[in-house]
């Protein structure tokens, strides 16, 4: 069956979409979120590629393809891995966890990037390639940051597609109700899932033995297999989605703000205003950023810890520092100190 199908059950969505776009063996499968990643690469090629022939790029165009892979290792892979690891891994379980288990660092596959990581690792490696290359580091920056937005887009879609990184609890006519969230909750799971093995006893059972031999490995294998089983039988997500809340899709709305809206803008700028000051561009990246990522927190569950009981989550608390980050590009940019693509500094 494909991929987009759901129910609409008691005036509420409820996501069973398959994060799995080609299953080549029980083992293998082309993932929609392996798929993000890759068409957010291309479409940075692309876009910086089509930049740098129009000359609205300091890097020259048969350098791009080098750059991109470089970025995509350096920056974001490692950078985004990194990000999780010090600003949400180590604050919940603590450093002694991740020194006895460093494997968990390079533990992608499990899960776990930081979009703060990610932006930070390209942010250092624009200044080392901008070193060795010769070029402005903040005219590399302004080039990047026009893209990355389309990267963010690709993996907020591929985050909804997952059914990961939900909303809050609504009643507005957009919420949606994502499955998922039962693994959070023990006593709703256990109830959900024995609904679900009635509604299709001869799919379930056996799922549902291996859950009640061992609960603590067994729960999302057995949430995947009801949820897999519900594509093909609507009663077994009826019986589901009693137990589940409805919640606002943020990852769409990041999507939106925080992928297209601000690749828009910045795109806009770039076009309209090709004398700005190396760094212009960037710093509104990361002051734009920051602002939608705070507006958007505020219809998502919070992934970790609050900083600030019920007022501050970790989202919002990173992109703060953006803002003074940002300011300091803006403000070096219009004072003239680092050239332009009409100026470079130094000409």
Not at 190 to 213: C, G, I, N, Q, T
């Amino acid at each position: 069956m494909s991929f987009i199908t759901g129910i609409c059950v008691l005036g509420a969505w409820v996501h069973n979409l398959k994060p799995e776009l080609i299953e080549l063996s029980d083992t293998f499968a082309l993932r929609w979120y392996g798929l993000a990643y890759l068409a957010g690469f291309i479409a940075g090629y692309l876009g910086l590629k089509w930049l740098a022939r129009k000359k609205l790029w300091v890097v020259q165009p048969d350098k791009v393809a080098d750059f991109i892979a470089c970025a995509a290792l350096f920056g974001v892979f490692l950078g985004g891995r990194l990000g999780y690891v010090l600003f949400y891994m180590i604050p919940e379980s603590g450093i002694g966890y991740v020194v006895e288990n460093p494997v968990v660092i390079v533990q992608v596959w499990k899960g776990g990037m930081s979009s703060h990581g990610g932006i930070l690792g390209l942010t250092v490696f624009t200044y080392f390639y901008a070193r060795r290359s010769g070029c402005s580091w903040t005219g590399v920056g302004d080039g990047l940051v026009i893209f990355s937005p389309l990267g963010i887009f690709f993996g907020r879609i591929a985050n909804f597609i997952n059914g990961e990184l939900y909303g809050r609890v609504t009643n507005a006519a957009v919420g949606m109700k994502f499955p998922k969230e039962l693994l959070e909750r023990e006593e709703e799971f256990h109830s959900a899932m024995r609904d679900a093995v009635e509604a299709d006893p001869e799919r379930l059972d056996a799922l549902w033995d291996s859950y009640l031999a061992s609960p603590a490995n067994s729960q999302g294998r057995l949430l995947e297999g009801v949820m897999e089983a519900g594509r093909e039988n609507p009663a077994i997500i009826d019986a589901v989605a009693g137990y589940v809340q409805a919640r606002h899709p943020s990852q769409l709305y990041q999507a939106l703000l925080e992928g297209l809206a601000l690749f828009a803008i910045l795109l806009v700028l770039r076009l309209r205003f090709r004398a700005l000051g190396h760094g212009v561009i960037t710093g509104t990246f990361f002051i734009l950023y920051a602002t939608f990522r705070i507006i958007a927190e505020g219809f998502r569950e919070p992934d970790s810890a609050w900083v600030i009981e019920d007022l501050l989550t970790k989202g919002q608390f990173y992109s703060i520092f953006m803002y003074g980050i940002g300011a300091a590009f803006v403000a070096a940019g219009l004072k003239g100190r680092t050239g332009s693509l009409d100026h470079p500094v130094g000409s």
